[in-house]
């Protein structure tokens, strides 16, 4: 894995913020909340395959949003009581970066909405 200096050297300073410092991106602006191509969204720093696209739905709330990862050893879930708020963050248990939250409100089967900023992740496109 890449140390902090690498990945300050990689990463945009947005993907920088939203991966290492728990930030995240504007709703509506990021690079995959309408992106409806089809493939597997990896964890930009590390790589790891995170969400498929066959997962992911429009929840209107300008996030990328999936109903569940790709795989569920792929993703650590933990509770995140900033700003106030009860909450399950989402990071890649490969490297620790932060993803996003998951959100009881999704849909059917799983009924959980993973919002996950599109700084985060990159699409590997099927053909």
Known sequence: MLD???LRKRLSPLQYRVTREKGTEQAFTGKYWNCDEAGIYRCICCG???????????SGCGWPSFSAPANLQNVKLSHDSSHH????????????????HVFPDGPL???DRYCINSASIDLETRD
């Open 4 to 6: 902090d200096k690498e």
């Open 85 to 100: 708020m009860q909450r399950t963050e989402v990071t890649c248990s490969k490297c620790g970066a932060h993803l996003g």
């Open 48 to 58: 790891e395959a995170l969400f498929d696209s066959t997962a992911k739905f429009d």
């Open 109 to 111: 089967p799983t009924g």
